[in-house]
């Protein structure tokens, strides 16, 4: 088997970032340095001499990490950062990450062998370390749905906070006044929680904590939460689920229990994917905007890789809220 970067980190005992920066003779400590050369010798690693050769030179190529393709909201992101960067000659390297921080330091740290001109960090990125790395080496990257302010880099959001206040307060002029939520463990989740609690408090209503539930990315768990969350005493009208994919997961579980949506339960959605249209009944959600947001997001960057912007800039796109079917006045 081929000896990678990777296995030159784990041996050394440094971060990958560190190997790279020894391959590419960029400052290091000297013991660092040392062990990581030992090591390299040890495992007969060679780097590839097509990245070393490409160091320093443009590829017009972006780098492009994003946490799940299997998401519907994460593949068209993908599908139109595609779309937008081959109008101007450059191709993207797309790497699924997992969420998983040690994955997201070995995918940065390859995409820098190959010599990519940017980085686009899509929808949930983990490892502030390596945002860092990227950040103190004049790395061009941007932040697409994601948002690390500490980092004085190019980022393009939504606002999360009003969206779900736009969903939470759709459902209280209905008559909903016990709202139960599934989110993830994310940022953006987090922000529409926020959001919710938000109008809540404006409304004079009473948050009730224990009907906060935070799911995995599975379908099957968001179901097996559902349900609980229906068994719950202060059992809900509706269901705030912080993407789409939480919100079908929804339907089903209340499907299978013999719930009518949305005349026993309304429920909603967050994304506007393709799901919240096809989906039986067609799914009121919150609208992002993401064909301007990642056509945004590649002009941002390719000005930066080709120098005619230095300064950075943090949009905040406002979102919308698409009323469908699958919420209804409160009969409870």
């Known amino acids: 088997m081929k000896t990678t970067i990777y296995d030159v980190a784990e041996k050394a005992g440094v971060s990958i970032s560190t190997v790279s920066k020894v391959m590419n003779d960029q400052q290091v400590g000297k013991k660092s340095k040392q062990k990581v050369l030992k090591v390299m010798q040890e495992l007969n690693y060679r780097p590839s001499v097509l990245a070393s050769a490409l160091t320093?030179?443009?590829?017009?190529t972006i780098g492009l990490l994003l946490p799940d393709l299997a998401n519907p909201f994460v593949a068209e992101m993908a599908r139109r950062v595609e779309d937008r960067a081959h109008e101007f000659g450059f191709s993207l390297v797309i790497c699924s990450t997992d969420l998983n921080p040690e994955k997201e330091e070995r995918s940065v740290s390859l995409l820098r062998q190959k010599s990519v001109d940017g980085f686009i960090l899509a929808s949930a990125f983990n490892n502030r370390r390596v945002i860092a790395d990227l950040v103190d080496d004049n790395v061009p990257v941007l932040l697409l749905s994601e948002s690390h302010p500490q980092f004085a880099v190019n980022s393009i959001n939504i606002d999360n906070i009003v969206g779900g206040y736009q969903v939470a307060s759709h459902l209280?002029?209905?008559g909903h006044t016990r709202i139960a939520v599934i989110g993830e463990d994310a940022t953006s989740s987090q922000q529409r929680i926020n959001g919710y609690k938000q109008a809540f408090q404006e409304s004079g209503l009473t948050v009730h904590e224990d009907l906060i539930a935070i799911s995995d990315s599975s379908v099957e768990h968001a179901q097996r939460l559902t349900k609980e969350l229906l068994n719950h005493p202060k059992k809900p009208t509706a269901i705030i689920a912080c993407n789409d994919v939480l919100a079908i997961a929804a339907i089903l579980a209340a499907r299978e229990i013999g719930l009518d949506i949305p005349k026993d339960l309304s429920i909603t959605g967050f994304d506007n994917t393709l799901l919240s249209k096809s989906c039986d009944p067609p799914l009121t959600t919150v609208e992002q905007g993401l064909d301007k947001m990642c056509a945004q997001a590649v002009d941002l960057l390719i000005e930066e890789i080709e120098g005619k912007s230095t300064s950075k800039q943090?949009?905040?796109?406002?979102?919308?809220?698409?009323?469908r079917k699958s919420t209804a006045f409160c009969q409870d």
């Not at 320093?56 to 017009?60: E, I, L, N």
């Not at 943090?314 to 009323?323: A, F, K």
């Open 56 to 60: 320093g030179k443009r590829t017009s």
């Open 172 to 174: 209280v002029s209905l």
């Open 314 to 323: 943090r949009i905040l796109v406002l979102p919308q809220l698409v009323i």
